[in-house]
C-alpha cells in the first residue's frame, strides 16, 4: 500500500501491464465477456488466447462489469486500509463503464473517488493507469491528480491497425461500406481516438505494411510536439515481433525515454479480432522518468 494510501483501480480494457499492476498493487476489474455456453470474466476465468481459439466458431459480446462489481471493488479497498481510490477507465465514448464508476463513486460518502476518463483505450489508457500509480507513489496530492491525469489523457494518442476487418464491423465500430471496400481493395484503415473518445479513421493505406509505416510516421510526428516521451506497442499476436517495432521506432524518435510493451486482454480482441497492431505516445511525466530510470539501471 502506498504511503498516501490512494487506491488505483482500473478497468481490464486499459491493458495496464500485468507485471505493473502487480508490483504497483493496481486493481484490475474485469469486463465481461459474454459467449452462448456462459459468462466469462477477462483474465479471471477466459484468457486471451482462449477467445482468439473460439472466434472462428463464435463471435462473443462484451459488457461492462455490474454497479454491485464496482461497488464491491470499491468498498474491498476502504476495508483494506485505502481512505481514497483513482479509477482510471477507459473511453466513454467506447463503453459506459466510466459513466457507471461515477454513479458507484457517488454512493461512497466516506470514500473519495476520482473518476478518470482516458479517452483512449488499450496501452495508451494503461500509460495513464501507471501514470496514475506513479504520482501517487511519488507524493502528488489527491487534490491535483484530476487535473494531471486528465491533461495528460487528451496528450495521450492511440494509433492502430488490423489485417482483418470483419471483427470491427461486427462489433459495428465501421461500416459495412468501410468494410467491404477495405476488403476488396486491400485497405488497411489507421484509427485513433478522438477527442471525445470514439474510433477515428486518420489513414487509409494500400496493404498493412504502409498503415504501420503510417502509424510510426504519425507517432513520430506527435513526439515532436514534446522534449521526452513514452512509447507503447500493443501486439495481439503471440509470439508478436515487438523488437523489430521497437527498433522502428527508437530510429524515428529520438526523445523516447522508453517503450512500453502490451498484449490485448480478452475482452478487447473480441472487437479487433486476433491481428491488431497499435502504439501509442505520451508526454514523459518527472514520475514516468523516474521510473524508468531506476528500472534500466
Known sequence: ??????????DSGTNTPPEFAEAHDVKIVPLVINFSDGTYHTDVDITTQDVIERLPVEVPTTSLPSPSTLLKVLEDCRDEGYERAVFVTISSGLSATNQTVHLVASQMEDFPVCVIDTKSIGVAAGLVVMNAALMVEAGVPFEELDRRLSELSTQTLVLFCVNE???????GRISEATYRLGSALNIKPV???DSEGHYRTVKKCRGLPKAVRAIEDLIAARSRLYDKVVLAICIAAKDAPFER??????ERVS????????????????????TLLGMAVQPATPEMCAWLAVRTA
Open 1 to 10: 500500500m502506498n504511503a498516501q494510501r490512494i487506491a488505483i483501480i482500473t
Open 165 to 171: 476487418l470483419g471483427y470491427l464491423r461486427h462489433g
Open 191 to 193: 484509427f485513433d481516438c
Open 245 to 250: 517495432y521497437e527498433a522502428d521506432l527508437r
Open 255 to 274: 526523445n523516447c525515454v522508453g517503450i512500453i510493451r502490451s498484449g490485448i486482454t480478452a475482452d478487447l480482441v473480441v472487437h479487433t479480432g486476433p
